[in-house]
Structure formats: C-alpha cells, structure tokens
Nanobody, 122 residues
Framework: QVQLVESGGGLVQAGGSLRLSCAAS????????MGWFRQAPGKEREFVAA????????YYAVSVKGRFTISRDNAKNTVYLQMNNLKPEDTAVYYC???????????????WGQGTQVTVSS
C-alpha cells in the first residue's frame, strides 16, 4: 500500500516556474515507478511524465518535453516535477501516481494522490 500526497501547486504567471512534490508513505516506494498526470477542466486526464523505480529512465509528453523535469529521491520517498516556462495551457490539477512500470497509461497506475492545482495566468 502506498499513500501519495502532492504539494507545490499554485498560481504563477506565464513563463514562470513551479516545483511539485509528491511524498509517499510506505517502505516500498523505491520499488515503484512514478508518474505525473494532469487534468484540466472539461478534459480527460493526460500523461505528463514518468520515471522508473531507479530514476534511470524518464518519459515525457511531447507538450512538456524540454520544459518539465521529473526526478525522485528514494531516500526521501519523494518524486518531483520541475516545471519551467509555464504556459496557460499547463493549467490543470496535477496528480502523482505509482505503478509497477513506468508508462504513459494511467490504467497501469495503482495508487494516486489527491492532486494539486496549478494555474498559469497569461
């Protein structure tokens, strides 16, 4: 069982940066791949980024590649999403999730956080 709590969301102007954190409970965090997803009002949840259990492999949606960076600290049971050069279209609720494999498919993720709101003003 893994419990996930996101933090770090907020309101930022276009071009600004935010760093999201996702703290996990449980001693098995390091055995899980982690992902970030987002959901904007009226839209389906979409993949943002994923990282393997070791941190050695990362994956990004085309829309965020080059602007967002996913990382993890297994000693702190935490995964991060550094978001730079934010755009209004990045506005969404951001969720972290845990899976046995790093994948873009949300159905593969077994555990989800409650989400944190990111709002980018133009």
């Amino acid at each position: 069982q893994v419990q996930l709590v996101e933090s770090g969301g907020g309101l930022v102007q276009a071009g600004g940066s935010l760093r999201l954190s996702c703290a996990a409970s449980g001693r098995t965090f390091s055995s899980y791949a982690m992902g970030w997803f987002r959901q904007a009002p009226g839209k389906e949840r979409e993949f943002v980024a994923a990282i393997s259990w070791s941190g050695g492999n990362t994956y990004y949606a085309v829309s965020v590649k080059g602007r967002f960076t996913i990382s993890r600290d297994n000693a702190k049971n935490t995964v991060y999403l550094q978001m730079n050069n934010l755009k209004p279209e990045d506005t969404a609720v951001y969720y972290c999730a845990a899976s046995t494999i790093a994948t873009m498919k949300s159905a593969a993720y077994d555990y989800w956080g409650q989400g944190t709101q990111v709002t980018v003003s133009s």
